[in-house]
T-cell receptor, first 116, second 112 residues
């Protein structure tokens, strides 16, 4: 039973355009969400996060939007650059204080390709 | 430099030959975790540790063991590796399990 879903295995965009990566979750107890970026032959690196008390968080070219009622979050990259080409993982936090084990639950990832 | 290190980075072994992948972090983090990444399956948690001497199973613990005798180290042990454990393994650490986790560079394991 997949609690965090990234339904698009891949996405291709042109340099300078917007990239939108989507993520859906099923567990309403998740209250903190993160995006990681992974290049080949490297470990995932933290990109941006959002708490469930917010609906938007911005960091430079990266913005994460959270729609709690739809259990949906998205990562916007504007403008997209070739160096953004990577696999992006969405993750949701299941804190111990809400009865879950302390862990991050990851989606399967979306491979973003930004074409020059 | 704050980092998570893993060794070895690449390993080819044969079925049944015990192996250990080491993981060390220098950030004084309480929480450490092991993941495996497989095509089409994303990152799946194998084991985690919330503190020294406190370990617990993740989503795919079968065939693996861990120990946490020191805060900085969290080795992953495969007592009798099998081909279905061929995968890319990542160690991660964080202050708490629900915070941003810092990942190591990965260990590519092939079991023949």
């Amino acid at each position: 039973d997949q609690q965090v879903k990234q339904n698009s295995p891949s996405l291709s965009v042109q340099e300078g355009r917007i990239s939108i990566l989507n993520c859906d979750y099923t567990n309403s107890m998740f209250d903190y969400f993160l995006w990681y970026k992974k290049y080949p032959a490297e470990g995932p690196t933290f990109l941006i996060s959002i708490s469930s008390i917010k609906d938007k968080n911005e960091d430079g070219r990266f913005t994460v939007f959270l729609n709690k009622s739809a259990k949906h979050l998205s990562l916007h990259i504007v403008p997209s650059q070739p160096g953004d080409s990577a696999v992006y993982f969405c993750a949701a936090s299941d804190p111990l204080t809400q009865g879950g084990s302390e862990k991050l639950v990851f989606g399967k990832g979306t491979k973003l390709t930004v074409n020059p | 430099e704050a980092q998570v290190t893993q060794n070895p980075r690449y390993l080819i072994t044969v079925t049944g030959k015990k192996l250990t992948v080491t993981c060390s972090q220098n950030m004084n983090h309480e929480y450490m975790s092991w993941y495996r990444q497989d095509p089409g399956l994303g990152l799946r948690q194998i084991y985690y540790s919330m503190n020294v001497e406190a370990t617990d199973k993740g989503d795919v613990p079968e065939g693996y063991k861990v120990s946490r005798k020191e805060k900085r180290n969290f080795p992953l042990i495969l007592e009798s590796p099998s081909p279905n454990q061929t995968s890319l393994y990542f160690c991660a650490s964080s202050q708490r399990g629900y915070n941003e986790q810092f990942f190591g560079p990965g260990t590519r394991l092939t079991v023949l």
